[in-house]
């Protein structure tokens, strides 16, 4: 079995029968051993220990009991409750940081908890009103399904992921990597993009690497996947191997973009790697050592 | 190279580039070579030649140009650029099917042509405001991008497509298949659900699994991917062997789920199988012949 992503390997049961008994879900709610993960703005507010190490803070539903944000169910863990609350409209808690920042420095399951927080909670922050008749929308369901509250409406609707290929586009002993300008100097990552309506992912691993640089592919392989709530993405890693070399940028999408060798990227010298907890890097990593 | 499932296999070029270019988009609206695709309440009307063999009906731009429904472009073939085109507030149109009837009856890019053509529209249906601020949004670049029309917001909102996962669980010799109350006498099919935020693919798998049946599993491997525009489902197939063999079936989900050998599935005497058209019917034709 392979190692999971950075982001997945959540360890609660996410108890869907719980999200539809409105009873019981206020009973978890009033009970103080029920654990509730805070987020502000898309931050979570870390504990340093006193070794320096970084911990998530947990907290009870008395602490937050003054947010009027949103609350949703996260799952059950030997019979406890676990909550995610959005802490909108209060002060920037004290030692609030980004998942991208938080996911390295705490465990696997700590990273997945956060990673379905923030997702779900940014999924409640852009869909309070209804696409279809513009009304209010209400959160219900404990937090997965929010339904429009015009009673001539009524539409039901769901939380939002959007799929996205990531792909390892290799050609013998290099790999095409590409660069945005607004990224940090020097780093280059594997090709990405949304897949699109009407289209199978390996068709959007093929447009998307066409598009950005020219490039026809092969042999497209899936790879692995990972959750990436940024703010609601679903990252689907592929390999896939080059017909042709030439590149050629589109520079309203990428900066530029190269093939490199095993030995230009493990030196250093004019690259660097994305970051850690990405599945690019992942992709990149097992590559280097196949 | 594996055939691809049905609904996927667009022949045309997306040219998104041309989305951005105001200019060329009417340009192309204003010439009769265009084609465009027409769509009634999901609904497509098909043309039915002499030898009784049915059609895709495709239109001039002229043909249509009195409605008011969502355009979108689809894409360009050999320079003539296609364009999807809802029929919304006029009369049906004679011979109009829906996707799962017509699919089997055309080819596959011209299939694959529905399903995008479907899903960008449906999404559209379902998206005329702004679910951050509750304004009417518009759409441009082409049809691929709604952006609030409020000043104060100006959020964008991108095309929508819900991943999903579908998947053939076996046991040695047999195949773990469910029903839901609501489809055709006897049809059994492999079990899928949405994927949720925070998920892997693969824990989506298992969690859906132990959640319809009560059946852990291994190995979760990917097979294929199909759009599946029933509004905007995209299916994301895997194979999984089963750790564990008793049932025990959640009835809001499922009315049933069994254990099929494959004599049982070719007699067919007891268990219909799905659509030709759906993934589904594919995994488990893959696994008859495996």
């Given amino acids: 079995v392979k190692r999971p992503n950075y982001l997945a390997g959540l360890e609660l049961d996410r108890a869907s029968s719980l999200r539809s008994n409105p009873e019981k879900l206020e009973e978890a709610w009033s009970r103080p051993d029920t654990r509730v993960v805070p987020v502000f703005e898309l931050k979570h507010p870390v504990t340093r220990r006193e070794d320096g190490a970084v911990a998530l803070t947990v907290l009870s539903p008395r602490d937050v009991d003054d947010f009027r944000g949103s609350r949703v169910l996260l799952g059950t ?10 802490l909108a409209g209060g002060e920037e808690p004290p030692g609030a940081l980004g998942l991208r920042e938080i996911a390295p420095l705490v465990s696997q399951s700590e990273g997945a908890l956060l990673a379905y927080s923030f997702g779900i909670l940014s999924w409640h922050r852009r869909h309070r ?6 009304s209010a929308s209400r959160s219900t369901e404990g937090g997965h399904l929010r339904v429009c509250a015009s009673e001539s409406c009524g539409e039901q609707h769901f939380p939002r992921t959007d799929p996205a290929v990531i792909m390892l586009v290799e050609d013998g002993g290099r790999v095409l990597l590409g660069r945005q300008a607004a990224w ?107």
Avoid: N
């Avoid at 863990?77 to 959005?86: K, L, N, P, T």
């Fill in 77 to 86: 863990s030997q019979g406890v409750a676990w909550f995610a609350v959005d």
């Fill in 129 to 134: 009103f209804c696409g279809v008749c513009g």
């Fill in 184 to 290: 940090r100097e020097k780093v280059y990552s594997t090709l990405a993009g949304f897949v699109e309506p009407g289209e199978s992912l390996e068709e959007a691993v093929r447009r998307e690497v066409l598009e950005e640089t020219g490039v026809e592919i092969e042999d497209v392989q899936y790879h692995s996947s990972q959750p990436w709530p940024f703010p609601s993405s679903l990252m689907l890693g592929f390999t896939a191997r080059a017909k042709s070399r030439d590149i050629r940028v589109q520079l309203d999408e990428l900066e530029d973009a190269r093939w490199f060798t095993r030995e230009q990227l493990r030196a250093g010298e004019s690259v660097s790697l994305p970051s850690t907890i990405s599945i690019a890097r992942r992709l990149i990593e097992d590559w280097l050592k196949g």
